[in-house]
Nanobody
Framework: VQLVESGGGLVQPGGSLRLSCAAS????????MSWYRQAPGKVREFVAS????????IYADSVKGRFTISRDNAKNTVYLQMNSLKPDDTAVYYC?????????WGQGTQVTVSS
């Protein structure tokens, strides 16, 4: 299992970013996918999840209405569109898949929201 995140960077408050997570080593279309984030000095927290066909999504209250999770099963990729970014969104963002009682994580991508 390999998960590779990309798309992070420095953005001003109110700006947007789209994160991508490219998956390999498993049958991507058979598993739900999730995004988490970890800010400096804080525990890793749930951001969003998506079902296998993308018909069901769940969001943390802190990002609801601003972030959108989506997936492209043909490209084995899950996305996180982040709009109206705030300084509190600064964190390393990780994608995750849960397979056979094991969590698999990517290496993360840094998102910094600052003026």
């Amino acid at each position: 299992v390999q998960l590779v995140e990309s798309g992070g960077g420095l953005v001003q408050p109110g700006g947007s970013l789209r994160l991508s997570c490219a998956a390999s080593g498993f049958t991507f279309s058979n598993y739900g996918m999730s995004w988490y984030r970890q800010a400096p000095g804080k525990v890793r927290e749930f951001v969003a999840s998506i079902s296998i066909f993308g018909t069901s999504t769940i969001y943390a209250d802190s990002v609801k209405g601003r972030f959108t999770i989506s997936r492209d099963n043909a490209k084995n990729t899950v996305y996180l569109q982040m709009n109206s970014l705030k300084p509190d969104d600064t964190a390393v963002y990780y994608c995750k898949v849960y397979i056979y009682s094991t969590d698999y994580w990517g290496q993360g991508t840094q998102v910094t929201v600052s003026s």
